[in-house]
């Protein structure tokens, strides 16, 4: 880099940058940036269009795998993940047509997140509105393998005008019967727990009002309690201290810590909840036992050197993946409390950017601040597609996806949800 000068990789030389008309200048470093991360954002999605697909790994097509298969080489896990590393990289991607009761609603607003039930039939949606609050709504999946999906939203006059930091789906009835919302009114926040059923056309005469709201300050994360020795509980996770409240009694438990708590998850097989912090810090806490002074209550404790935004535990519980505002991605043993693989490729400098981790298949999906989606192999961390988004790159159009191998319930189709701006897009398999 020359000091005044810029350089084109075009004309393959050096420009002076001058001053023009009442010391404006159009060329600056940023926009010279935007421009080329715009030009190989429209050259990928181009190939895409053109099928020109590469494969996941040299050597790798689905008659060999079927061939190793048979001849007993791969076992059905081994066979099943690649099957799917395979149809990952030949994703194809469609917009997706949204209905909705009310014709105002449908198309109207910015995503700003989905967030899938367990059984990924259902996704809660947060639309950015005109006047600077937040519109909620819940897509129904099961119209995905047709032609459009159909949207049943409800627009709830309490929380209209409310921002929201996070969301988790919760199950306080049945399994994810209501939805935890971390919001920021103005000073403080608030927390609610909402029946899911508030936003559903089928009983609009009898809907059920709040469970549970109450003020707290700035909420940064949530997460809701599936083990039955700490039932009906969520946590939350605020400025310098973490809350885990029970929805029933209205007990609260409150744990200081050092640092901002911008990430949160429950175990399943253990009342233990693992937090990640400003800080870089990772750290779990058993809710069972009482909250002493000091910080003798964390039992585990792992360190990042930027600020973790995402953690997401594997299945056995003996691993944590953790993302941090680096743009590094780390999968720890929580036994050794060691590192064991790193992801590369995620950008990210200061953005709360969640993880999806796919464990069935093999999969981990991120999406960066640069608005590419990642999709790595969990098993050994090789990058296996980088997906452009449809829109140009900006910190408002960061886009928020759902990935699942039955996208709409048990009989649904695999695939990618992507939400960008107004659109909605599913990358099919097919």
Same mark, same amino acid.
């Given at each position: ?71 007993? @080489? ?40 989905? !967030? ?9 949606? !947060? ?9 909620? $709504? ?42 935890? @919302? ?35 300050? #700035? ?29 029933? #009694? $209205? ?42 002074? $000091? ?40 036994? #050794? ?25 093999? @999969? ?18 090789? @990058? ?16 928020? !996806? ?29």
């Amino acid at each position: 880099e020359l000091p005044g000068f810029y350089y084109d990789s075009e004309k393959n030389r050096y420009f002076r940058l001058l001053p023009g008309h009442n010391n404006y200048n159009p060329l600056t470093k940023e926009s010279i940036q935007y421009k080329a991360m715009e030009c190989k954002r429209l050259r990928l999605l181009e190939e895409e269009e053109k099928q020109k697909k590469k494969t996941t790994r040299a050597g790798l097509n689905s008659s060999m795998l079927l061939q190793k298969r048979q001849l007993g @080489l791969l076992s059905s896990t081994s066979y099943c993940r690649l099957v799917h590393e395979l149809k990952v990289n030949c994703m194809q991607r469609r917009k997706i047509e949204i209905h909705s009761p009310d014709s105002s609603v449908a198309g109207t607003n910015n995503f700003k997140i989905i !967030v899938a039930d367990v059984a990924c039939e259902r996704i809660f949606t !947060v639309n950015d509105v005109e006047h600077g609050g937040c519109k909620y $709504g819940i897509i129904n999946l099961s119209g995905l393998g047709k032609e459009s999906l159909t949207v049943e939203m409800y627009d709830n006059l309490y929380f209209t005008n409310r921002k929201v930091n996070s969301v988790c789906w919760a199950s306080l009835t049945h399994p994810d019967s209501h939805l935890c @919302l971390m919001g920021i009114a103005e000073t403080p926040g608030c927390a609610s727990l909402l029946p899911a059923s508030l936003f559903s056309s089928t009983n609009p005469g009898d809907r059920p009002g709040m469970l549970c709201s109450f003020k707290i300050s #700035t909420a940064w994360s949530c997460a809701w309690c599936l083990n039955p020795q700490a039932d009906n509980c969520f946590s939350t996770g605020l400025t310098r201290r973490v809350l885990v409240t029970n929805v029933v #009694t $209205g007990h609260r438990q409150t744990f200081g810590t050092s640092s901002d708590v911008l990430a949160q998850q429950f175990a399943t097989q253990t009342p233990v909840l693992y937090n990640g912090c400003r800080s870089g810090e990772i750290f779990s806490i058993d809710v069972r036992q009482r909250n002493r002074k $000091g910080q003798s209550w964390k039992a585990i404790r792992l360190f990042h050197d930027s600020a973790v935004t995402s953690i997401r535990l594997l299945e056995a519980e003996h691993y944590v993946m953790a993302a941090d505002m680096a743009g590094k991605i780390k999968l720890w043993d929580l036994r #050794t409390a060691k590192c064991v693989k790193q992801y590369k490729g995620h950008h990210n400098e200061y953005a709360i950017l969640p993880l999806h981790v796919n464990e069935e298949e093999g @999969l981990l999906t991120a999406v960066g601040q640069d608005c590419y989606t990642r999709i790595w192999s969990l098993q050994d961390a090789h @990058l296996l597609r980088t997906i452009p988004s449809p829109h140009p790159s900006s910190k408002d159009s960061i886009p928020s !996806v759902v990935f699942s191998s039955r996208l709409g319930g048990s009989r649904g189709v695999p695939g990618l949800l992507m939400a960008v701006k107004q659109d909605l897009y599913h990358f099919s398999y097919n």
